[in-house]
């Protein structure tokens, strides 16, 4: 399907154009979305590309070009599922001595179950580490609320993602239900504009932003500013270097988030002992391509 959009109208919408008029390329991509339905990665992965080529024009990383609030973050460890609450308390304790300063917990998806790991975490880590909980759009309202008053209780930074964001209504009520500050909008359809339905109807302590699901890194922009406005933060979703750039540059941003995937815990290379990350220095984006496939790669040694 991406195929079919690059050549049949990216193709022909792109060719000839000035790249650095990213404004008005972005523009056209987005209200083409209206007749061709893109997924708005694909919007994203054009918009990133240019932001690659302004910034290698200028001889600037791109977070410069964003405008280079700072030049290092601190990364929280974002988990995967773990098979029991032994072993996330096991991951947690090699996460924080590796240098992490915050943990978030990707869980079961069972309300009463995540309720407990949640709560035994705090008990164990104490109360001076940052926690957070990603609920990945698994609930309902009536669990939400459940595991809601759960985070609450043990003094969770934020609670994220908990149900789909179709229901801008169903996020109102449990905003009014529970007193854990709610994470919303990460995957939501119409990138800012979605989001300033969330922050209109005051269901929004946090944002997310990111260039794959929020329209590249001017979509990604857009909803950090528009935070801002209202003295809310936004936190970029996932990490990798595109978003590196991001949280270089977004004042509102207080993470990056470094995925831990493997127990043992493996840290993340660009995350360093006292647990931050750092800017990249390279012109754009940063990204060295590698146009010779290798030999373990190539179409006879994957046949």
Same mark, same amino acid.
């Given at each position: 399907?991406?195929?079919?959009?690059?050549?049949?109208?990216?193709?022909?919408?792109?060719?000839?154009?000035?790249?650095?008029?990213?404004?008005?390329?972005?523009?056209?991509?987005?209200?083409?979305?209206?007749?061709?339905?893109?997924?708005?990665?694909?919007?994203?992965?054009?918009?990133?590309?240019?932001?690659?080529?302004?910034?290698?024009?200028?001889?600037?990383?791109?977070?410069?070009?964003?405008?280079?609030?700072?030049?290092?973050?601190?990364?929280?460890?974002?988990?995967?599922?773990?098979?029991?609450?032994? #072993?996330?308390?096991?991951? +947690?304790? /090699?996460? =924080? !001595?590796?240098?992490?300063?915050?943990?978030? &917990?990707? @869980?079961?998806?069972?309300?009463?179950?995540?309720?407990?790991?949640?709560?035994?975490?705090?008990?164990?880590?104490?109360?001076?580490?940052?926690?957070?909980?990603?609920?990945?759009?698994?609930?309902?309202?009536?669990?939400?609320?459940?595991?809601?008053?759960?985070?609450?209780?043990?003094?969770?930074?934020?609670?994220?993602?908990?149900?789909? #964001?179709?229901?801008?209504? +169903?996020? /109102?009520? =449990? !905003?009014?239900?529970?007193?854990?500050?709610? &994470?919303? @909008?990460?995957?939501?359809?119409?990138?800012?504009?979605?989001?300033?339905?969330?922050?209109?109807?005051?269901?929004?302590?946090?944002?997310?932003?990111?260039?794959?699901?929020?329209?590249?890194?001017?979509?990604?922009?857009?909803?950090?500013?528009?935070?801002?406005?209202?003295?809310?933060?936004?936190?970029?979703?996932?990490?990798?270097?595109?978003?590196?750039?991001?949280?270089?540059?977004?004042?509102?941003?207080?993470?990056?988030?470094?995925?831990?995937?493997?127990?043992?815990?493996?840290?993340?290379?660009?995350?360093?002992?006292?647990?931050?990350?750092?800017?990249?220095?390279?012109?754009?984006?940063?990204?060295?391509?590698?146009?010779?496939?290798?030999?373990?790669?190539?179409?006879?040694?994957?046949?």
């Amino acid at each position: 399907m991406v195929a079919d959009l690059v050549e049949r109208r990216l193709r022909t919408e792109l060719l000839g154009q000035d790249a650095l008029q990213k404004e008005w390329l972005w523009h056209r991509i987005w209200e083409l979305d209206r007749i061709e339905e893109f997924p708005i990665y694909a919007l994203g992965l054009v918009d990133i590309a240019l932001w690659d080529i302004t910034g290698k024009k200028a001889g600037l990383p791109v977070y410069q070009l964003l405008g280079g609030y700072r030049s290092a973050i601190p990364a929280y460890a974002s988990t995967v599922t773990f098979a029991s609450i032994e #072993e996330y308390l096991d991951v +947690a304790d /090699q996460c =924080l !001595a590796l240098g992490y300063p915050a943990i978030k &917990l990707h @869980a079961w998806g069972d309300a009463r179950k995540d309720a407990a790991l949640c709560i035994a975490l705090r008990k164990h880590v104490g109360d001076a580490i940052p926690l957070m909980y990603d609920g990945s759009a698994g609930f309902d309202l009536p669990d939400a609320i459940y595991l809601g008053h759960a985070l609450a209780e043990a003094g969770y930074l934020w609670y994220e993602e908990p149900m789909r #964001e179709f229901s801008v209504r +169903a996020y /109102q009520q =449990l !905003a009014a239900s529970v007193r854990v500050p709610l &994470l919303v @909008a990460e995957t939501s359809d119409g990138a800012h504009m979605n989001t300033a339905d969330f922050i209109a109807v005051q269901c929004a302590a946090f944002v997310r932003t990111s260039a794959g699901f929020k329209g590249g890194i001017t979509g990604a922009m857009r909803i950090a500013h528009l935070a801002d406005a209202f003295r809310l933060r936004a936190e970029v979703h996932g990490g990798g270097l595109v978003h590196r750039h991001l949280c270089m540059a977004f004042p509102n941003t207080t993470y990056y988030e470094s995925l831990v995937m493997t127990n043992p815990v493996v840290r993340e290379a660009n995350v360093d002992e006292q647990g931050m990350v750092h800017a990249p220095e390279a012109a754009g984006i940063g990204f060295e391509t590698q146009w010779e496939v290798p030999p373990w790669q190539s179409p006879a040694a994957l046949s």
